[in-house]
C-alpha cells in the first residue's frame, strides 16, 4: 500500500513540474535580419570579404602566371635561374598563403573586424531575449535558427516580435 501511495505522489509531483515550466522560441536570423544595424555590419563585412577576395585572386593569377612561364622555359632555364626561379614561385606561395591567413584565417582580419561589429549586437539580442525570460518565467527559450530541429512550432511561443520590440525595433 506504501508503494502505491509513493508512486501516486511521485507521480503527481513529475506532472505538476511538468506543467510549471514554460517554453518558448525564437528565430535569431529573423531578429538580425531586421536590425538596421547588424544589416549594415553584415554589409560593411561583405565588402571588405569581397576587397580581399579580389587582392587574393590578383596575387593567385600572378602566381599562376609565373608558373606557366616557368613550365614554358625549364627546358631552356641553367641549374641557378631554375633555382631561382622556383624559389620565386615558393615565396610567391608563401605570401599568397600568409595574405590568406591574415585575411581570412580564425585570427584573421576579417574574423576580427566579425567580432568587433556583430558581437556586440548578438549580446544585445542576448540579453534582451534572457531578460524577456525572466520576466515571463520561461525555463527554456529555443533558438528556432540553431541547429536544433524543430518539427512544430506554435507561433503564439514565438518570442522573436517581443525581443525586435524591446531592440526598439518597429514594424
Sequence with gaps: MKKFIFIGIFTLLCIASGF????AYVDTDVILSKLPAYVAAQEQLDKMSEKYQKELETLHNELDLIYKDYQAEVVLLSQDLKKKREEQIVNK?????????QYF??????AKKKEALIKPIQDEVFSTIQGIAEQGAYSIIFDKAGSMTMIYTNP?????DQVLQKLGYKN
Design 156 to 160: 503564439k511561443f514565438d518570442l522573436s
Design 105 to 110: 584565417g580564425p585570427e584573421g582580419d576579417l
Design 93 to 101: 606561395e608563401k605570401e599568397y598563403k600568409k595574405l590568406q591567413r
Design 20 to 23: 510549471a515550466q514554460k517554453y
